[in-house]
């Protein structure tokens, strides 16, 4: 028996790096892939957490390609899924299709029949689709073998993307039959991903971790004195030798506009051509005509809000420079993870001044749920619409709890942080079991009212809204441990994600550890290693 089952793991792998090869044109699995491919060929529950650009799309794909079922993929970002889509589709012509609101009802509705009649191995699919009745009871008239999530840390009130509509997504892979269910993610400290295997509701999942570690990436906090300061520092560390392609992520859309301007005079690089900007309150066409340039290289310089980066694979950014401090390392990490894909050297880089803390105390603050707003937002959603059940806008509930445009102020941050209250709020009413949510577009929140808002649901909440203000101070704590500490910076990231550094990294590792003297020491701002800034290039920001 055990003999029988050790040659069926042996073919198994050999078939899995000879499709490999076939497939994708690989030569080698990347750490962890080869682990998850085989849970995934087993029906095995699998949580695959791995850094950004270490190919976790690969370990479902590989999978669902060689298996006769369908694999469905549930992806929050419609611009991701489309690009990934296009890309497998050259590697596997006619097995991939997608169903979102961006296309047509008709287009939508022949790639389900074409999934239920078995032509289709990856289907990929908006979580808010799943609202739909229809679409859930044809769904489950196919073969579903795999239900993967990507992105599933926006299922854990503790993560920092929480989307309550992905609380349904386990009722979802149940209901349409899936045989295992796979989340997948870049960013989970131990405690995300125990929420991640409750709330997806994993069976003794594999659980495949490749270590959070990235040795070609120098992590530098640069201290300031001021916005001016830090504008002067931002540019200088841009005039260094090799600092370009470079994204540097601001606080606010205002703060994203004024440096792109700046930046392009201090570079020579010229607004809106060497430099660009990117922010959510951009219409749609500038914001693709400045990611198009900066992703062909045309551009050199990204200047943007946090709405740009999710899924962007430009592997050449060799700095990435933090202009205000994020409100938690997640958040950090996984934007500055955005360098050095190639494996190249390259440099993360926070300049932080003392008003960012006040900053961030302000919003922790400001974000705290009275027990109004959590009655004001169950009375709204208990009236919303008819049988119990709602879908209104994230925008109406805020105003109608009192957060009003003034609230807002000039300085956009990106996801507004009333919306987040919003969400968060509905996150607490699930977990009181007052709502169950239901998926829905981003803007958009769902559900149906299960039972009376009453003294003991009003606890519960009040409890979990405790938790999650505790966490936001938790998440606090840990960016300014990481901002004023005199620890290792990367020691600090990796014990931040339950991981300890593999040895020695291939580049200067951080500011703390620059040797005496080093010019990375005296001004992290500046340039590290050997190569000298390029002053002469540059002018006054
Ligand atoms: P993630 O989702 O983890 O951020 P992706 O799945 O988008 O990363 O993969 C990042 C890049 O790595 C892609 O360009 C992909 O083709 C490449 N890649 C993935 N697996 C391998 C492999 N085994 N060998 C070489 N390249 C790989
Ligand atoms: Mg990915």
């Not at 694999?71 to 050259?90: F, G, I």
């Not at 979102?100 to 289907?123: C, I, P």
Request: charged share 25%; glycine share 10%; hydrophobic share 45%.
């Amino acid at each position: 028996m055990e003999v029988r089952a050790r040659q069926l793991a042996v073919g198994r792998r050999r078939a899995a790096r000879e499709a490999l090869r076939r497939v994708f044109g690989f030569e080698d699995f990347r750490p962890g892939q080869e682990e998850a491919v085989s849970a995934a060929l087993r029906d095995r529950d699998a949580l695959v957490v791995m850094p950004t650009g270490s190919g976790k799309s690969l370990c479902y794909q590989l999978p669902a390609l060689m298996r006769d079922d369908l694999t469905v993929v549930v992806s929050p970002l419609v611009a991701l899924m489309h690009d990934q889509v296009r890309a497998l589709r050259e590697l596997a012509p006619g097995v991939v299709e997608v169903v979102n609101s961006q296309r047509g009802g008709g287009a939508n509705a022949e790639a389900v029949a074409r999934a239920v009649h078995g032509d289709v191995r990856l289907l990929y699919v908006a979580p808010e689709r799943f609202g739909s009745v229809g679409f859930a009871s044809r769904i489950r008239d196919a073969r579903v073998g795999l239900f993967v999530v990507d992105e599933a840390h926006c299922v854990s009130q503790w993560g920092h993307d929480f989307r309550p509509d992905y609380l349904c997504l386990a009722a979802a892979a149940r209901g349409v039959g899936a045989s295992a269910v796979v989340g997948v993610t870049a960013t989970a400290t131990p405690r995300v991903a125990a929420d991640i295997v409750l709330a997806l509701g994993l069976r003794d999942p594999a659980r495949v971790t490749t270590g959070f570690d990235r040795p070609n990436l120098t992590f530098s906090v640069v201290r300031c004195g001021g916005w001016l300061d830090k504008r002067r520092r931002v540019a200088a560390a841009l005039g260094c030798v090799d600092a370009l392609p470079a994204i540097v992520y601001t606080g606010t859309r205002a703060a994203a506009e004024e440096l792109s301007f700046r930046l392009a005079g201090a570079l020579g690089l010229g607004a809106g051509e060497g430099v660009v900007c990117y922010h959510a309150g951009l219409d749609p066409g500038a914001r693709a005509r400045a990611q198009e340039r900066f992703m062909s290289g045309k551009a050199r310089v990204m200047v943007a809000t946090n709405a740009f980066g999710l899924g962007i694979d430009k592997p050449d950014v060799r700095t990435v420079c933090h202009a205000s401090v994020p409100a938690s390392l997640e958040a950090y990490y996984q934007e500055a993870g955005r360098a050095g894909r190639d494996g190249r050297p390259a440099r993360c880089l926070l300049f932080a001044e003392p008003r960012d803390k006040g900053l961030h105390v302000f919003f922790i603050q400001r974000s705290r749920v009275s027990d109004a707003a959590l009655e004001g937002v169950a009375e709204r959603l208990k009236w919303a619409g008819l049988d119990g059940r709602y879908d209104v806008p994230v925008a109406d509930l805020a105003a109608g709890v009192g957060f009003d445009g003034s609230h807002r102020g000039g300085a956009r941050t990106e996801s507004s942080s009333e919306d987040d209250v919003v969400r968060a709020i509905i996150g607490h009413l699930a977990a009181a079991r007052v709502l169950e949510p239901e998926p829905a577009p981003a803007d958009r929140v769902a559900g149906r009212v299960v039972e009376g808002w009453d003294r003991r649901a009003l606890a519960l909440c009040r409890e979990a809204a405790r938790d999650a203000e505790r966490e936001r101070w938790r998440g606090y704590r840990a960016v300014w441990e990481y901002v004023e500490g005199s620890r290792c910076r990367r020691e600090v990231l990796l014990a931040h994600f339950g991981d300890r550094a593999a040895g020695k990294p291939a580049v200067a590792c951080c500011d703390v550890c620059a040797p005496a003297g080093s010019p990375a020491e005296r001004d992290p701002g500046l340039c590290s290693g050997g190569s000298g800034p390029r002053a002469p290039r540059l002018r006054a920001a």
